[in-house]
């Protein structure tokens, strides 16, 4: 059964943040630990640990020091919406993510979506705001098990260089 869920906690970013990674909405395993990504068969954690060339943090504070230690913003493109579990297919009733903020506050360089449905909705109500295209990268979520942990991270070494974008 869908439920309106309310995204339950804040981005993570600084004054140095030079890259933008979005996400689509958190898990529900991700809503329980109150932090992006927290499903233990997410590989986002290990691709970019991998692109950076660091230890996989594991603590909610070793993964923020390890994000903003790499210049990297985190955040979601929804605010809120109705979705049963964790399925992306079942998203509706989408309120975005304001992220004029984060773009205000730091030199962002490049954005990158993670997935097709971040992409989707990032397209649908945020591209136009910002002004900025968004780099759409292969999802680290279990539910892209078609791609090995190897192809992620090669897919996934844009963003440790980004250019302009």
């Not at 990504?37 to 070793?62: I, K, L, S």
Request: glycine share 6%.
């Amino acid at each position: 059964m869908k439920k309106t869920e309310i995204h339950p906690f804040p981005p993570v970013y600084d004054e140095r943040s030079e890259i933008l990674i979005l996400g689509s909405f958190p898990s529900v395993k991700s809503r329980e630990e109150n932090f992006f990504y927290g499903h233990p068969r997410n590989r986002f954690w290990q691709v970019t640990a991998a692109v950076f060339g660091e230890e996989v943090p594991h603590t909610v504070g070793e993964k923020k020091a390890f994000l903003l230690r790499n210049r990297v913003a985190l955040w979601d493109v929804i605010a809120s919406c109705e979705i049963e579990g964790s399925a992306d297919s079942t998203i509706g009733k989408v309120i975005p993510n304001d992220l004029s903020l984060i773009l205000s506050s730091a030199p962002i360089r490049a954005v990158f979506v993670n997935g097709r449905t971040a992409e989707k909705y990032y397209r649908l109500y945020t591209e136009k705001k910002t002004g900025r295209e968004a780099v759409c990268l292969p999802s680290t979520s279990p539910a892209n098990a078609a791609r090995r942990l190897e192809d992620l991270i090669e897919a996934w070494r844009v963003i440790a260089d980004p250019g302009e974008k």
